[in-house]
């Protein structure tokens, strides 16, 4: 499907250039259309190494509950990170999870700055922060941004400010991978066999069945291609063309100011804003400082860019 996606787009548009400039299909994966999800048990009662705490797989199915493996690892959740408000507020904890970590299909929130964390989902609100593609966690992000109050954000901003992100995705440069499929989670995940890596970042859970129960504390690995880390470290100190990254991302990528952190961050959450930024559907006068940075940026640019801040201390 996707190679003959790959060659309608080369026939239809004519030129190897403007192929490769489509939409990584790996930091925005979408699974093929199924019928609708099997019920969740609501019996079977499973365990996360580390915790006492029990949950079915309909108790970590409810996107108004947080499911909270581990209660004693943050300070206590607002009730907007918590339980949301019915109909249209999922709880924040629920994707971004209890200690703010995220994951790869949406993002961590964990020590960004209060102020950006509002600032993103007013310009979500406005329609100025859209996707290059709509894949279903992002679409949800937006329905909450649109039915969410301000001061419900702020709440939920003072908390995953405060929060310390800590590393855990492990970067590793491979040439070959294991061959992926995509889960109704918009997640890359493990499949049978291996394959040569080509120009991806494949963010993968260390562990599924963890990563499934919403362990807060099971993390991803990133294969990058070799030598990747290596040209885009050289690109984030250059400035790919424009400034240096650490001038306004702070002298080790940790955010300065409402600036948001970039170090040790989802390679395929930074590859989705670096496209978005490039092509306007992340846009309006916050996305402009990004804006030369990105102009003559290539897809390939952006995937050494990603592997290496992901590698970087948080
Ligand atoms: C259904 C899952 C889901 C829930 C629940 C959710 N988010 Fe998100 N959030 C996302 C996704 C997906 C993105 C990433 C969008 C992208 O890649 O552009 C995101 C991105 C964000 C961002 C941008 C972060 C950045 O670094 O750019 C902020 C801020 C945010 N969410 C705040 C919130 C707040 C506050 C709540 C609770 C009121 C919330 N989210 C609830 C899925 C969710
Ligand atoms: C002139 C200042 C400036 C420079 C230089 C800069 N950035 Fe940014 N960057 C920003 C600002 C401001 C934002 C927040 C944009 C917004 O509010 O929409 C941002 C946002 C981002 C985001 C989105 C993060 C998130 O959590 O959503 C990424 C990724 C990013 N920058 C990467 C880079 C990289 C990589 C470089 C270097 C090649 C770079 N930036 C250089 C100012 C800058």
Redesign the pocket.
């Known amino acids: 499907m996707r190679k003959l996606g790959l060659l309608l787009g080369l026939m239809v548009i004519g030129g190897a250039a403007f192929a490769q400039d489509v939409p990584p299909y790996w930091a925005y994966p979408v699974p093929k259309p199924s019928g609708p999800p099997a019920k969740p048990d609501n019996v079977v009662m499973k365990k996360v190494p580390g915790s006492k705490l029990r949950f079915t797989d309909a108790g970590v199915s409810d996107r108004f509950v947080v499911p909270d493996w581990f209660p004693r690892e943050h300070p206590p959740m607002p009730d907007v990170v918590a339980h949301g408000r019915k109909p249209q507020v999922f709880a924040c904890g629920y994707c971004h999870l209890p200690n703010g970590q995220g994951r790869p299909e949406n993002?961590s929130l964990a020590g960004?700055p209060a102020g950006?964390i509002l600032?993103?989902v007013q310009?979500m609100r406005a329609g100025r922060?859209k996707t290059s593609v709509l894949m279903g966690s992002i679409k949800s992000m937006y329905a909450i941004a649109g039915a969410v109050s301000d001061d419900e954000v702020k709440t939920a901003a003072d908390y995953f400010s405060r929060l310390k992100y800590r590393k855990w995705i492990r970067v590793v440069e491979t040439a070959t991978v294991p061959k992926t499929d995509i889960s109704s989670h918009n997640m890359m995940i493990r499949a049978a066999g291996r394959e040569p890596i080509g120009d991806r970042i494949l963010e993968i859970p260390e562990n599924l069945e963890r990563t499934e129960l919403r362990d807060p504390r099971s993390g991803f690995v990133a294969y990058v291609p070799k030598g990747s880390v290596a040209r885009g470290k050289q690109?984030?100190e250059s400035?790919?063309g424009?400034?240096?990254?650490a001038?306004?991302?702070g002298a080790t990528l940790q955010g300065d100011g409402?600036?948001?952190a970039?170090a040790g961050?989802s390679p395929s959450?930074?590859v989705r804003?670096?496209y978005d930024?490039k092509h306007g559907t992340?846009s309006?006068p916050?996305?402009d400082?990004?804006k030369?940075?990105v102009s003559n940026?290539t897809n390939a640019q952006a995937m050494n860019?990603a592997a290496y801040?992901a590698s970087l201390k948080p």
């Open positions: 993002a960004q950006y600032e993103q310009e922060r690109l984030v400035g790919a424009a400034f240096p990254c001038s306004c991302h409402n600036v948001p970039l961050r959450m930074i804003q670096l930024f992340r309006g916050a996305a400082p990004m030369t940075e940026m860019i801040l």
